[in-house]
Nanobody, 124 residues
């Protein structure tokens, strides 16, 4: 199962963006989700996570501004980003824990690889 990220772009400080990651299988059931980001010259940081039980955890720098969610009807995960700051500039990546059933009825539980990422640039 592959993930296709989109929604990044150039936005002014204070603006909003919504990032999406779509799973390549329409029957893929999304459970846990992770969004990470990596700015140039910096290590990758956790932005937000949500578990299968809907427990969410946000990085300190994005609390109150970002919202993580998933929509299994669209096999898509989202990261709503409001009140963006220049320090939010980075490439954003998603990864998903989920499952699907093969034609034989066998359940396949897996964690996807990181998607290709989407660039977010916030100007001051």
């Amino acid at each position: 199962v592959q993930l296709q990220a989109s929604g990044g772009g150039l936005v002014q400080a204070g603006g909003s963006l919504r990032l999406s990651c779509v799973a390549s299988r329409s029957d893929f059931v999304i459970n846990g989700v992770e969004w990470h980001r990596q700015a140039p010259g910096k290590q990758r940081d956790v932005v937000a996570t949500v578990t299968s039980g809907d427990r969410t955890v946000y990085g300190d720098s994005v609390k109150g501004r970002f919202t993580i969610s998933r929509d299994n009807a669209k096999n898509t995960v989202y990261l709503q980003m409001n009140s963006l700051k220049p320090e939010d500039t980075a490439v954003y990546y998603c990864r998903v824990d989920g499952n699907y059933y093969s034609d034989s009825g066998e359940i396949n539980v897996l964690r996807t690889n990181w998607g290709q990422g989407t660039q977010v640039t916030v100007s001051s």
